[in-house]
């Protein structure tokens, strides 16, 4: 089976990726394992060289995602997996609503009905987030019945983009599921626009010796998850039963909620035990980062997800430390 990834040159598309790989097989459309021969990897820039940790099976794309051509000449086997990635980020739909409303939703659109026009039911598994929730008056816990609320035009994008899953496979042209994420850490590379972005900086700029500007005040609350955990919850969710899902396909991953003082603290104290010396933490708050991120909940109900089998983190100590394993460690 083939198994294309949008957004799939950025930092969760390529995880996604490389634990396929390790596994050599994914659930097929219809329902039984199936070896994975080919992965195509599509972004919006895509490198002419392949990336180190692929093999033949891999190959990369670029292209407009807003191009209906484009994204149907990508889904070109019946027998194929989707897992649809690619987006315009939180701050960056604030700063160019245009371009959040051609990516995010006619994007969105263009992979739901070229998996419809493929023979059978292909399984398509779209990357929501926490900021389809938002708003002055939203409790700081949420389930699976609490009313989709955005307070950003990403977040809007995001509850269309579930809703469109739940109603596509209701009418039986593809069998969708939604993995509704917290704020994902610690992601590699450099800073991005996603209003967000400080979760992740706050760990990896200081752990490689450089500064890093806090955003926010040190009594700040975020949800997050490890992207350990969160790769392999988008393959659980994949490989899931679809009875198991039951009519709302969304999957809260198992979450929770830290305050700044709290991650620092995580931080000096792996930083410690390994023998890092740390790069400064400075705070320049930005009242628009915490008004976005403010608006979001605390705590996402992850019952579903835990029935499923999706991991959750041990700790925040445990995320530090996959990431100076995984990226920190020659």
């Known amino acids: 089976m083939k ?44 490198p002419v060289t392949p990336f180190d940790w692929a093999d033949s099976r891999v190959t990369t794309a670029a292209g407009d ?40 939703l006619q994007g969105g659109l263009n992979i739901l009905e070229a998996a419809r026009a493929r023979a059978g039911t292909p399984r398509l598994v779209f990357s929501s987030s926490l900021a389809v929730f938002g708003g002055p008056d939203l409790a700081k816990e949420v389930d699976d019945m609490t009313r ?8 809007m994008t995001k509850a269309f983009g579930e809703l469109c899953i739940n109603d596509y496979t209701r009418k039986g042209f ?3 599921r939604t993995v509704r994420l917290p704020t994902i850490v610690i992601r590699p590379g450099v800073p991005n626009a996603a209003a967000s972005g ?3 900086g706050i760990f990896r700029e200081p752990l490689q010796g450089k500064e890093h500007v806090l955003p926010v005040n040190d009594g700040f609350y975020m949800m997050l998850l490890g992207y350990r955990s969160a790769v392999e919850g988008f393959l659980c969710v994949h490989d899931a039963d679809s009875d198991a899902l039951g009519l709302d396909r969304t999957v809260c991953l198992p979450n929770k909620a830290y305050a700044v003082a709290e991650m620092i603290e995580a931080l000096e104290r792996v ?56 990226f920190l460690t020659p």
């Open 3 to 46: 198994v294309l990834i949008t957004g799939g040159c950025g930092f969760l598309g390529q995880m996604i990726a490389k634990a396929i790989l390790a596994r050599g097989e994914l659930r097929g459309p219809d329902g039984k394992m199936a070896e994975v021969d080919s992965i195509q990897l599509f972004d919006q820039l895509a």
């Open 174 to 176: 593809i069998d969708g």
């Open 148 to 155: 989709h609320t955005p307070e950003t035009t990403y977040g």
């Open 271 to 326: 930083a410690a035990e390994d023998g890092i010396k740390l790069g400064p933490i400075t705070r320049e708050r930005d009242a628009s980062v915490e008004a976005i991120c403010g608006s979001w909940p605390l705590k996402m109900d992850a019952t579903k997800a835990r029935a499923l089998g999706c991991p959750e983190d041990r700790d925040l100590d445990s995320v530090i430390r996959g990431f100076v394993e995984d």
């Open 65 to 104: 995602i807003s191009d209906k051509d484009t994204v149907a000449a990508l889904v070109d086997r019946d027998d194929i997996s989707v897992f649809h990635l690619a987006s315009v980020v939180s701050a960056g739909g604030e700063k160019d609503f245009d371009l959040a409303m051609r990516v995010n």
């Open 198 to 200: 400080w979760a992740s």
